[in-house]
């Protein structure tokens, strides 16, 4: 179902062709949202300086050819050239009308493409942290909103899962046995089973020795000492998933795909590019040198695939993961939801594989590094306990519930202690997402519970609580809430008459060009700043507009399809970046 700025955007382009000449009718006429109407076309100011022409007699010609009768209401020509389409009322009506039908709420399929998202990446053996939040949330969200638009998308969680520490927590987890408790750590505090097996490499030299046996005997393939790496694994997942599971995202044992997955192609990558020249050895070491990329003194900075002592590192891995995701998961995107302190291994990453011919030079197939920033505290720092270590992320997760709760319990008394329990799970987890959904993924952002919490602003809790308003009006009405009864639910027409139905009419038609935005720009901020606006918008609708008690029952009727078209607008967009909607509050 197209979008208004999208008709107009057809509409203006033919009338491009008819007044200008065909060569013009593909111009970009600039529709964009105005203050003087619903949009303006800016095209003329541009057209008029590759004419030679006065822009106002531009935008005049522009006009005189413009078929828009049946959309817009008035069309006026101001300024220097600026032509203000104002959509007629009726149009916006049957528009709104069409969306109660429309399962996917005006968002377009979008051609299919492939798209492997690298996301969330923790460690085997060590407690996922704060730092762990914002590219698992992220990678969810944008996951779940390229699924909607018709994606094929392949998780990807790049664990690490290989590497010389696993010698000592091998030999530590032989030393404690498989089924002890020491072991079992691993499925709920890991820190406490690495840490124990640092000591003791530190410490006892003769540990130290066969931690060091242990790692070459599990890079030499050996069986027994890969049993013993997979039991670190496999404790480490089901930790990982308990994380997976309170933060409520979509990750699975499916989507495992960490180092040790491309150790087979370490050093077939390494060959390939020495032998085409890309690399070269430089201090005994197997070098990638690339143009553009020099440190001080103009001197090149080396990728390095492969050390001096014959060991591969991150370079060599990513290298290997990057080409498998081209040639064996047929990539269209691939997409590395990553710190952004990554941003120059991943540019050196990607040019080596342009250089090397795994990327076509056509740009079909397109890497993507999709910078996170930090999460800092109050004091504008990295967010650490007060004894500098990063603080856990279940343990920040377990207080957004608890305060929750608190609120809830403050406030519904008379609820039963399970049914606080759920709302204080999705407020709290849902706050603590949506924080950091609302600010743009490669910025920072100061973590506060308070504001992350309020009913009020931009928040999550605020279009949690703005959901389950709208249900409870249905539930008054003796009505299902839509998004629990379907499209079906309310089927009668939208008739508009105050401006403030007008307004949220408009905001709802501008869901799916948000969705598709999110799609193409990859930033889920764009959807909350909606999601925001949308919820503004029906405040101010319920103020002025009583649905329930309407002046005669078409006016309900239609008042309660902009009020159900709202509750499943909100459901469905909080749904795409991970929050769920409590079902009252």
């Known amino acids: ?120 990446a923790p460690n085997v053996a060590k407690e996922m942290h704060v730092g762990h939040l914002r590219t698992t949330v992220v990678g969810d969200a944008l996951a779940r909103t390229l699924e909607f638009l018709g994606h094929h998308v392949i998780r990807q969680n ?61 890079q030499g393939g050996d069986p027994d000492t890969l049993h013993y790496w997979r039991t670190l694994v496999d404790l480490s997942t089901t930790y990982f998933n308990k994380v997976y599971r309170k933060l409520d995202v979509t990750l699975t044992n499916e989507d495992l795909a960490g180092e040790s997955t491309y150790n087979d192609r370490l050093a077939g990558v390494c060959a390939e590019l020495e032998n085409s020249g890309i690399a070269e ?37 990513d290298l290997a993961t990057l080409k498998y995701r081209i040639e064996q998961l047929a990539a269209d995107r ?57 603080i856990r992320l279940m343990t920040l997760l377990d207080e957004a519930i608890e305060r929750a709760g608190k609120v809830v319990a403050e406030t519904r008394p008379e609820l039963d202690e399970d049914t606080r329990a759920e709302i204080a799970r999705d407020v709290g987890i849902g ?59 309310i089927a009668a027409p939208v008739a508009l008459g105050a401006a403030s139905e007008r307004a949220l009419a408009l905001a709802l038609l501008e869901f799916g060009p948000t969705v598709a935005e999110v799609g193409s720009t990859l930033q889920p901020h764009r959807l909350c700043s909606y999601l925001f606006g949308l919820a503004q918008a029906f405040t101010t609708f319920y103020e002025e507009c009583p649905v329930l008690r309407a002046e005669d029952a078409a006016q309900r009727d239609s008042r309660l399809a902009l009020t159900a078209l709202t509750e499943r607008v909100l459901v469905q967009g909080l749904a795409l970046l991970g929050v769920r909607a409590p079902a009252q509050m």
């Open 1 to 120: 179902m197209p979008d208004p700025q999208s008709v107009l955007t057809h509409r203006v382009q033919a009338a491009l062709g008819a007044a200008l000449g065909t060569e013009y009718s593909d111009a970009d006429p600039v529709i964009r949202p105005s203050q003087f109407a619903d949009f303006q076309a800016n095209a003329a100011l541009a057209l008029a300086k590759k004419l030679g022409r006065n822009p106002r007699e531009v935008a005049t010609d522009i006009v005189a050819a413009l078929d828009v009768a049946d959309i817009c209401q008035e069309v006026e020509i101001s300024g220097p050239g600026f032509v203000n389409l104002t959509l007629s009322d009726d149009w916006i009506a049957a528009e709104t009308t069409r969306l109660l039908d429309d399962p996917g709420l005006g968002v377009l399929p979008q051609e299919a493409q492939r798209i492997p998202i690298d996301y969330s």
């Open 281 to 317: 050895i430089s201090d005994g070491a197997l070098c990638v040198f690339l143009e553009g990329h020099t440190g001080r003194e103009g001197r090149p900075v080396p990728l390095i695939i492969r050390k001096s002592d014959g060991g591969y590192g991150y370079a060599t891995t």
């Open 158 to 218: 790049h664990v690490g899962d290989w590497g010389t520490p696993f010698g000592m927590l091998i030999e530590h987890l032989l030393d404690v046995g498989a089924d002890s408790a020491q072991a079992h750590q691993l499925e709920s505090d890991p820190n406490a089973f690495y840490q124990a097996a640092r000591a003791k490499f530190d410490a006892d030299e003769d540990f130290a020795g066969r931690a060091r046996e242990r790692v070459v005997a599990m």
């Open 334 to 390: 691939i997409l590395y939801v990553v710190g952004a302190a990554q941003s120059l291994h991943l540019r050196m990453v990607f040019d080596t594989a342009r250089a090397a011919g795994w990327l076509p030079p056509d740009d079909s197939v397109e890497p993507i590094h999709v910078q996170i920033g930090n999460v800092l505290g109050s004091d504008g720092k990295i967010l650490r306990t007060r004894s500098g270590e990063p």
């Open 431 to 489: 706050a603590v997402k949506y924080a950091d959904l609302a600010v743009s993924h490669d910025s920072e952002y100061v973590f506060d519970f308070d504001r992350m919490l309020a009913l009020n602003g931009n928040t999550g809790p605020y279009l949690q609580y703005a959901v389950a308003r709208i249900r409870s009006i249905f539930r008054k009405g003796g009505f299902t809430p839509p998004s629990q009864a379907g499209t079906d639910a």
